[in-house]
Protein backbone atom coordinates (compact mmCIF):
# COMPACT_ATOMS: atom_id res chain seq x y z
CA UNK A 1 0.00 0.00 0.00
CA UNK A 2 1.30 3.38 -1.07
CA UNK A 3 1.18 6.30 1.63
CA UNK A 4 -0.95 8.84 0.42
CA UNK A 5 1.40 12.17 -0.85
CA UNK A 6 0.61 15.20 1.99
CA UNK A 7 -1.03 17.71 0.34
CA UNK A 8 -1.24 15.86 -2.88
CA UNK A 9 0.49 15.97 -6.63
CA UNK A 10 -0.31 20.07 -6.07
CA UNK A 11 2.30 20.32 -2.87
CA UNK A 12 5.02 17.65 -4.67
CA UNK A 13 8.44 19.53 -5.74
CA UNK A 14 7.23 18.70 -9.18
CA UNK A 15 4.64 20.51 -9.66
CA UNK A 16 5.91 23.72 -8.39
CA UNK A 17 9.66 23.35 -8.90
CA UNK A 18 10.84 25.08 -12.04
CA UNK A 19 12.34 22.40 -14.48
CA UNK A 20 15.44 24.88 -15.10
CA UNK A 21 16.24 28.09 -12.92
CA UNK A 22 19.10 30.32 -14.54
CA UNK A 23 22.13 30.68 -13.29
CA UNK A 24 22.01 34.16 -12.13
CA UNK A 25 19.35 32.77 -9.68
CA UNK A 26 19.88 29.36 -9.22
CA UNK A 27 23.78 29.97 -7.50
CA UNK A 28 22.16 31.00 -4.32
CA UNK A 29 21.05 27.86 -3.48
CA UNK A 30 18.38 26.84 -1.53
CA UNK A 31 19.97 27.28 1.99
CA UNK A 32 17.32 27.25 4.79
CA UNK A 33 18.52 30.17 6.52
CA UNK A 34 14.82 30.20 8.21
CA UNK A 35 12.12 28.38 6.86
CA UNK A 36 12.77 25.44 4.11
CA UNK A 37 11.19 25.37 0.47
CA UNK A 38 7.91 23.32 1.62
CA UNK A 39 6.89 24.91 4.86
CA UNK A 40 3.67 25.91 5.19
CA UNK A 41 2.89 29.09 3.57
CA UNK A 42 5.83 28.91 1.74
CA UNK A 43 3.68 27.46 -1.72
CA UNK A 44 1.33 29.15 -3.22
CA UNK A 45 -0.80 27.56 -5.68
CA UNK A 46 -3.59 28.79 -7.94
CA UNK A 47 -6.01 27.32 -10.69
CA UNK A 48 -8.42 28.79 -12.62
CA UNK A 49 -10.62 27.88 -15.29
CA UNK A 50 -13.19 30.36 -17.35
CA UNK A 51 -15.72 28.76 -19.78
CA UNK A 52 -18.29 29.98 -21.68
CA UNK A 53 -21.77 29.62 -20.37
CA UNK A 54 -25.58 30.63 -21.39
CA UNK A 55 -26.80 30.63 -24.82
CA UNK A 56 -27.08 33.52 -27.45
CA UNK A 57 -27.19 36.91 -25.36
CA UNK A 58 -27.44 35.30 -22.64
CA UNK A 59 -23.46 34.20 -22.88
CA UNK A 60 -21.09 35.08 -20.36
CA UNK A 61 -17.47 33.96 -19.71
CA UNK A 62 -17.86 32.12 -16.20
CA UNK A 63 -15.35 30.25 -13.73
CA UNK A 64 -16.19 27.10 -13.24
CA UNK A 65 -12.83 25.84 -11.69
CA UNK A 66 -10.77 27.30 -8.82
CA UNK A 67 -8.32 26.02 -6.62
CA UNK A 68 -6.12 28.11 -4.13
CA UNK A 69 -3.84 27.76 -1.66
CA UNK A 70 -2.62 30.73 0.56
CA UNK A 71 -1.04 32.62 0.44
CA UNK A 72 -2.14 32.54 -3.60
CA UNK A 73 -6.32 33.72 -3.50
CA UNK A 74 -8.49 35.71 -6.06
CA UNK A 75 -11.37 38.12 -4.93
CA UNK A 76 -14.42 37.00 -6.82
CA UNK A 77 -14.90 37.98 -10.55
CA UNK A 78 -16.51 41.29 -11.31
CA UNK A 79 -18.29 42.38 -14.17
CA UNK A 80 -18.75 46.14 -14.38
CA UNK A 81 -17.71 46.52 -18.07
CA UNK A 82 -20.92 47.96 -19.39
CA UNK A 83 -19.43 47.67 -22.57
CA UNK A 84 -18.54 43.88 -22.07
CA UNK A 85 -21.40 42.78 -19.58
CA UNK A 86 -19.92 39.10 -20.23
CA UNK A 87 -16.16 39.61 -19.47
CA UNK A 88 -15.01 39.19 -15.66
CA UNK A 89 -12.78 41.00 -14.53
CA UNK A 90 -10.44 38.63 -11.79
CA UNK A 91 -7.95 39.95 -9.21
CA UNK A 92 -5.40 37.68 -7.80
CA UNK A 93 -4.57 38.62 -4.32
CA UNK A 94 -1.33 37.81 -2.28
CA UNK A 95 -2.29 37.26 1.23
CA UNK A 96 1.50 37.12 2.38
CA UNK A 97 2.00 40.66 0.93
CA UNK A 98 5.16 39.59 -0.49
CA UNK A 99 7.37 37.23 -1.46
CA UNK A 100 9.97 35.89 0.74
CA UNK A 101 13.09 33.67 0.13
CA UNK A 102 12.51 29.96 -0.74
CA UNK A 103 9.29 30.82 -1.79
CA UNK A 104 7.32 29.11 -4.83
CA UNK A 105 4.25 29.95 -6.34
CA UNK A 106 2.59 28.23 -9.33
CA UNK A 107 -0.44 29.98 -11.15
CA UNK A 108 -2.18 28.06 -14.01
CA UNK A 109 -5.49 30.04 -15.94
CA UNK A 110 -7.09 27.69 -18.24
CA UNK A 111 -9.56 29.71 -21.15
CA UNK A 112 -12.08 27.83 -23.04
CA UNK A 113 -12.97 28.47 -26.62
CA UNK A 114 -14.79 31.81 -26.94
CA UNK A 115 -14.21 33.13 -23.43
CA UNK A 116 -13.58 36.78 -22.51
CA UNK A 117 -11.61 37.52 -19.30
CA UNK A 118 -9.20 40.12 -17.83
CA UNK A 119 -6.96 38.73 -14.58
CA UNK A 120 -4.99 41.36 -13.37
CA UNK A 121 -3.28 41.43 -9.20
CA UNK A 122 -4.80 43.63 -6.30
CA UNK A 123 -1.44 45.75 -5.96
CA UNK A 124 1.98 45.47 -6.66
CA UNK A 125 4.46 42.31 -6.20
CA UNK A 126 6.85 42.97 -3.91
CA UNK A 127 10.10 40.51 -3.63
CA UNK A 128 11.63 41.05 -0.29
CA UNK A 129 15.22 40.98 0.91
CA UNK A 130 16.28 37.60 0.93
CA UNK A 131 19.54 36.41 3.35
CA UNK A 132 19.79 32.73 1.40
CA UNK A 133 17.89 30.91 -0.71
CA UNK A 134 15.56 32.37 -3.58
CA UNK A 135 12.03 32.69 -4.53
CA UNK A 136 10.41 31.51 -8.30
CA UNK A 137 7.11 32.55 -9.73
CA UNK A 138 5.17 30.45 -12.08
CA UNK A 139 2.32 31.12 -14.34
CA UNK A 140 0.98 29.05 -16.75
CA UNK A 141 -1.89 30.61 -19.58
CA UNK A 142 -3.79 28.19 -21.57
CA UNK A 143 -5.50 29.92 -23.92
CA UNK A 144 -8.36 27.89 -26.14
CA UNK A 145 -9.77 28.90 -30.05
CA UNK A 146 -11.92 32.24 -30.08
CA UNK A 147 -10.37 33.36 -26.49
CA UNK A 148 -9.92 37.05 -25.83
CA UNK A 149 -7.72 37.71 -22.58
CA UNK A 150 -5.95 40.28 -20.99
CA UNK A 151 -3.47 39.32 -18.73
CA UNK A 152 -2.02 42.56 -16.39
CA UNK A 153 -0.20 41.84 -13.73
CA UNK A 154 0.76 45.15 -11.73
CA UNK A 155 4.40 45.83 -11.68
CA UNK A 156 7.42 43.77 -9.26
CA UNK A 157 9.26 45.47 -6.87
CA UNK A 158 12.45 43.25 -6.27
CA UNK A 159 13.88 44.99 -2.55
CA UNK A 160 17.56 45.42 -1.69
CA UNK A 161 19.30 41.34 -1.79
CA UNK A 162 16.03 39.82 -3.11
CA UNK A 163 16.31 37.66 -6.28
CA UNK A 164 13.31 36.03 -8.19
CA UNK A 165 13.00 34.14 -11.20
CA UNK A 166 9.15 34.51 -12.70
CA UNK A 167 8.35 32.48 -16.09
CA UNK A 168 5.10 32.85 -18.12
CA UNK A 169 4.79 30.12 -20.60
CA UNK A 170 1.65 30.68 -22.69
CA UNK A 171 0.30 28.01 -24.49
CA UNK A 172 -1.91 30.10 -27.66
CA UNK A 173 -4.08 28.64 -29.81
CA UNK A 174 -4.15 30.01 -33.72
CA UNK A 175 -7.25 31.94 -33.16
CA UNK A 176 -6.99 32.90 -29.43
CA UNK A 177 -5.95 36.57 -28.26
CA UNK A 178 -4.15 37.17 -25.73
CA UNK A 179 -3.01 40.90 -24.19
CA UNK A 180 -0.01 40.63 -21.75
CA UNK A 181 3.10 42.12 -20.02
CA UNK A 182 5.08 43.27 -17.22
CA UNK A 183 7.15 45.96 -15.79
CA UNK A 184 9.77 45.85 -12.61
CA UNK A 185 10.81 48.72 -11.03
CA UNK A 186 14.78 49.09 -9.95
CA UNK A 187 13.51 48.82 -5.83
CA UNK A 188 11.55 50.89 -3.47
CA UNK A 189 12.28 54.00 -5.92
CA UNK A 190 11.01 56.43 -2.93
CA UNK A 191 13.53 54.87 -0.54
CA UNK A 192 16.26 55.59 -2.54
CA UNK A 193 16.59 51.94 -3.86
CA UNK A 194 17.86 51.84 -7.19
CA UNK A 195 18.67 48.27 -8.78
CA UNK A 196 20.23 47.13 -4.99
CA UNK A 197 18.47 43.52 -5.68
CA UNK A 198 21.13 40.33 -6.35
CA UNK A 199 19.30 39.24 -8.89
CA UNK A 200 16.08 39.37 -11.38
CA UNK A 201 15.22 36.98 -14.22
CA UNK A 202 12.21 36.52 -16.34
CA UNK A 203 11.27 34.39 -18.92
CA UNK A 204 8.23 34.40 -21.03
CA UNK A 205 7.53 31.58 -23.64
CA UNK A 206 4.24 31.60 -26.24
CA UNK A 207 3.86 28.41 -27.71
CA UNK A 208 0.96 26.85 -30.05
CA UNK A 209 -0.72 23.59 -29.05
CA UNK A 210 1.47 21.99 -30.94
CA UNK A 211 4.21 22.78 -29.36
CA UNK A 212 5.48 25.24 -31.97
CA UNK A 213 6.98 28.54 -30.75
CA UNK A 214 5.63 31.81 -31.32
CA UNK A 215 7.44 34.10 -28.98
CA UNK A 216 9.99 34.07 -26.75
CA UNK A 217 11.75 37.05 -23.85
CA UNK A 218 14.39 36.53 -21.59
CA UNK A 219 15.25 39.07 -19.05
CA UNK A 220 18.86 38.58 -17.11
CA UNK A 221 19.35 41.64 -14.50
CA UNK A 222 22.18 41.53 -12.12
CA UNK A 223 23.79 44.64 -10.94
CA UNK A 224 26.59 45.42 -9.99
CA UNK A 225 27.11 48.73 -7.70
CA UNK A 226 23.36 49.94 -8.38
CA UNK A 227 23.88 49.19 -12.66
CA UNK A 228 22.62 47.07 -14.68
CA UNK A 229 24.77 46.50 -17.50
CA UNK A 230 24.85 49.08 -20.15
CA UNK A 231 22.42 51.30 -22.92
CA UNK A 232 21.29 47.65 -24.71
CA UNK A 233 19.67 46.56 -21.32
CA UNK A 234 17.85 49.90 -19.16
CA UNK A 235 20.78 52.25 -19.54
CA UNK A 236 20.78 53.55 -15.89
CA UNK A 237 17.18 53.80 -15.60
CA UNK A 238 14.95 52.68 -13.10
CA UNK A 239 11.56 51.24 -14.92
CA UNK A 240 11.31 48.49 -17.99
CA UNK A 241 7.36 47.76 -19.14
CA UNK A 242 6.86 45.19 -21.92
CA UNK A 243 3.30 44.54 -23.12
CA UNK A 244 2.79 41.57 -25.98
CA UNK A 245 -0.14 41.49 -28.46
CA UNK A 246 -1.21 38.39 -30.14
CA UNK A 247 -3.85 38.19 -31.98
CA UNK A 248 -5.28 36.71 -35.27
CA UNK A 249 -8.22 38.97 -35.32
CA UNK A 250 -5.98 42.36 -36.86
CA UNK A 251 -2.78 42.64 -38.76
CA UNK A 252 0.37 42.40 -36.89
CA UNK A 253 1.29 46.21 -38.50
CA UNK A 254 -2.34 47.90 -37.57
CA UNK A 255 -0.92 45.98 -33.77
CA UNK A 256 2.28 47.58 -33.88
CA UNK A 257 0.86 51.39 -34.88
CA UNK A 258 -1.70 51.49 -32.08
CA UNK A 259 0.53 50.82 -29.46
CA UNK A 260 3.26 53.42 -30.74
CA UNK A 261 0.50 56.02 -30.80
CA UNK A 262 -1.30 55.38 -27.78
CA UNK A 263 2.27 55.31 -25.80
CA UNK A 264 3.44 58.59 -27.77
CA UNK A 265 0.40 60.31 -26.74
CA UNK A 266 0.56 58.61 -22.81
CA UNK A 267 4.38 60.18 -23.17
CA UNK A 268 3.20 64.01 -24.58
CA UNK A 269 4.06 66.71 -21.85
CA UNK A 270 5.01 63.64 -19.61
CA UNK A 271 7.83 64.86 -17.29
CA UNK A 272 10.39 62.32 -17.83
CA UNK A 273 13.17 63.26 -20.24
CA UNK A 274 14.26 59.33 -19.30
CA UNK A 275 11.33 57.46 -21.03
CA UNK A 276 11.90 55.68 -24.29
CA UNK A 277 9.74 53.06 -25.83
CA UNK A 278 9.84 50.73 -29.08
CA UNK A 279 7.59 48.73 -31.15
CA UNK A 280 8.26 46.06 -32.96
CA UNK A 281 5.86 43.46 -35.11
CA UNK A 282 6.15 39.37 -33.49
CA UNK A 283 7.29 36.80 -36.08
CA UNK A 284 4.62 34.97 -38.14
CA UNK A 285 2.22 38.15 -38.36
CA UNK A 286 1.41 36.78 -34.50
CA UNK A 287 1.18 40.32 -33.06
CA UNK A 288 3.15 43.32 -31.71
CA UNK A 289 4.68 44.30 -28.77
CA UNK A 290 6.04 46.64 -26.98
CA UNK A 291 9.03 47.96 -24.75
CA UNK A 292 9.58 50.76 -22.43
CA UNK A 293 11.95 52.39 -20.41
CA UNK A 294 12.11 55.54 -17.80
CA UNK A 295 12.21 56.96 -14.25
CA UNK A 296 8.67 58.27 -13.50
CA UNK A 297 6.31 55.03 -11.84
CA UNK A 298 3.11 57.39 -12.87
CA UNK A 299 4.58 57.91 -16.62
CA UNK A 300 5.14 54.21 -17.09
CA UNK A 301 1.90 53.30 -15.84
CA UNK A 302 0.02 55.52 -18.26
CA UNK A 303 2.56 54.26 -21.08
CA UNK A 304 1.16 50.66 -20.40
CA UNK A 305 -2.28 51.65 -19.62
CA UNK A 306 -2.91 53.27 -22.74
CA UNK A 307 -1.42 50.69 -25.03
CA UNK A 308 -3.49 47.71 -23.44
CA UNK A 309 -6.21 50.16 -23.97
CA UNK A 310 -5.70 50.86 -27.10
CA UNK A 311 -5.05 46.99 -27.97
CA UNK A 312 -8.38 46.25 -26.18
CA UNK A 313 -10.54 48.76 -28.41
CA UNK A 314 -8.51 47.67 -31.51
CA UNK A 315 -9.44 44.30 -31.36
CA UNK A 316 -12.72 43.94 -29.40
CA UNK A 317 -14.15 47.17 -30.94
CA UNK A 318 -15.17 48.67 -27.55
CA UNK A 319 -13.87 51.50 -25.48
CA UNK A 320 -11.87 49.42 -22.26
CA UNK A 321 -12.82 50.03 -18.91
CA UNK A 322 -10.60 51.73 -16.44
CA UNK A 323 -9.62 48.97 -14.40
CA UNK A 324 -10.03 49.99 -10.79
CA UNK A 325 -7.96 49.05 -8.03
Known amino acids: MTAALYGGARLQPAHFEPAHVPIEVARYGVDPHTLPVGS ?13 RGVGDEQRTDLVHHYQKSPLQIIKPLYYNPHRP ?27 PGTSAHVTTQAHTKVYRMESGYATALVNLDVADGAYVEYLPDPVIPYVDSRLYQRTAVTLHPGATLVTGETVYAGRLTRGEHHDYAAFASDFEVRRPDGSPVAFDRARLVPHDGDVAGPAVLGGRDIVASLYVLTPQVKAAEVAEALHTAAATALAGAEDDAALFGVSVLPGDAGAWLRYVGDDTITSAEVQRTAAAAAHELITGRPAPLIRK
Open 86 to 112: DMPYTYIVATGGGILHNDRQRTDLTFG
Open 40 to 52: PGKVGILELGFEL
